[in-house]
């Protein structure tokens, strides 16, 4: 495929101990540790407080990040297209719904079956934000990152409008710890341009590649963030931009696939 150039106009961070894309770039500049703690939850301003009392977690953390994405960008959040990305979706209703409908089917909560679908967060985020633009919900195991961007960046370019991209992870529960690992909860988003603007911190140019890249260790003060599938996804890009200086890395995209980003500040 030709290269998609897109502009990244907002980003978004959130994770405990480092709540925001501000104190990110403070830890990968001072090196100080990063402190997990997986019961930490996020209180997104985007949400009303009714909503932030009974969402589920994907959506608190989804949402926290857009807002922070869409509000560097000073972007129109009730007309931005969104993509929504997840590894594993909401694994802690997966697990107590298994374990519902192991112990008695007949208990199963029609709200906890209601919040289990993958696209429950960019549910959450267009009924608040009254948004009635097109909303993307996508999972690709382990590619789930490149596969969310590699589709908000073609959006950019069939529309010609900004799009939001939001990832995120929360820790495993239960038996599905075994199978689907992750220890924190984990979430970044970016708002992306067709054009550069006053707002624009960096150029993305993405194309599909079979060359596999070289495996990337994250920096110490990260290390703790490996735990989390979709932390190890994006942080290479995340990085890059953070450091602000020319950088190509490599997402994987697939099987034999990868997505290669020249980023450009």
């Known amino acids: 495929m030709d290269a998609l150039d897109v502009y990244v106009d907002g980003i978004g961070f959130w994770t405990p101990g480092v709540p925001d894309w501000p104190s990110l770039r403070r830890v990968l500049e001072g090196g100080e540790a990063v402190a997990a703690n997986a019961n930490a939850k996020p209180s997104p301003n985007r949400l009303p407080p009714t909503e932030r009392r009974r969402a589920p977690e994907p959506v608190l953390l989804a949402s926290e990040a857009a807002g922070q994405a869409c509000a560097m960008a000073g972007s129109d959040v009730s007309a931005l297209a969104c993509v929504f990305t997840s590894t594993h979706g909401d694994l802690a209703i997966t697990d107590a719904m298994c374990a519902t409908l192991a112990a008695d089917p007949r208990e199963l909560s029609p709200t906890r079956f209601h919040n289990s679908v993958h696209n429950a967060p960019a549910g959450y985020w267009t009924v608040a934000t009254q948004c009635h633009a097109g909303a993307t919900a996508i999972s690709a195991a382990h590619a789930s990152f490149a596969a969310g961007l590699l589709e908000a960046a073609i959006e950019v370019e069939a529309d010609g409008e900004p799009v939001l991209l939001s990832a995120y992870d ?19 988003a970016v708002v992306l341009s067709p054009t550069r603007g006053a707002a624009s911190l960096a150029r993305l ?16 003060p990260l ?3 490996s735990g989390n599938p ?32 020249v980023v450009t500040p």
């Open 170 to 188: 929360i820790a495993a529960r239960g038996p599905l710890a075994e199978v689907a690992p992750s220890t924190l909860p984990f979430a970044t």
């Open 205 to 220: 140019s993405l194309a599909m590649t079979p060359e596999p890249a070289a495996p990337i260790e994250l920096p110490s």
């Open 223 to 225: 290390a703790g963030l």
């Open 230 to 261: 979709m932390a190890v996804q994006s942080l290479p890009l995340l990085i890059a931009l953070a450091q602000a200086q020319p950088a190509a890395v490599a997402l994987r995209a697939g099987a034999g696939t990868w997505l290669k980003i």
